[in-house]
């Protein structure tokens, strides 16, 4: 199945680069961070967390950027000697957290699922744990995570049932994916059986509310 989604994958990324690219000259700012994307990061960042135990946060765009920024508020309290890395899909997302993440946290952009790119970046930042804020599952980036013993917790975890059955449909590349999560925070009960019906395992799920509007 690996192989095959990194046959498919790249040239699914071939065809629709030119759209790709195009939708971050329309955001605006696209050149700044732009090698992040493809797992080029300068010896500053991992000279700044070499002997640390580094926590990593992923936010898609501007909503979960939000979120996250509360959560980082709060986990830094709990993980004082812990570095900690943001990372986004977005350029607005990435203006979210300039604005809203204090100086010492890391800020870098989500590379895309090139597994060549996810290794660069892992080994950049190589994470003691990941947390994934109402993000959408890339394979490359969990067996990644998996092959490094890294856990991975979802948080503020929502599902459509629009989304809960794409990913049945492709329930031979994704179950494998949800039922390696380490934990997940549900926002309510119907999340919960959702993500537990596309493979998360019971006993890791917990409702925790929405961090959007319970904090």
Known sequence: ?????????PLFFLFSAPFYFWKLHRRGNWRQ?????FGRHD??????????????????????ALLCARLVEVLRNEFKDWALVVSTTTTTGMGELEKQL???????YFPIDLAPCVAATF?????????????????N?????????????????RLSDRSQQGYRRFGFLFRELF???????????????????????????????SMKFDG
């Open 1 to 9: 199945m690996r192989l095959l989604y990194n046959i498919l994958f």
């Open 33 to 37: 961070g732009f090698g992040q994307r």
């Open 43 to 64: 010896d500053t960042l991992k000279q700044a967390l070499t002997g640390q135990r580094v926590l990593w946060l992923h936010a898609v765009s501007v909503g979960e």
């Open 102 to 108: 204090p100086p010492e946290i890391h800020r870098i």
């Open 123 to 139: 080994n950049t930042i190589q994470p003691d744990a990941i947390i994934l804020v109402e993000a959408e599952i890339w394979p």
């Open 141 to 157: 980036f969990l067996w990644r995570a998996r092959r490094n013993n890294i856990p991975v917790i979802l948080a503020n975890a």
């Open 179 to 209: 039922a390696a999560l380490a934990a997940v925070g549900a926002q309510n009960e119907n999340d919960a059986r959702r993500l537990s019906e596309i493979g998360c395992h019971s006993d890791v799920i917990e409702i925790t509310g």
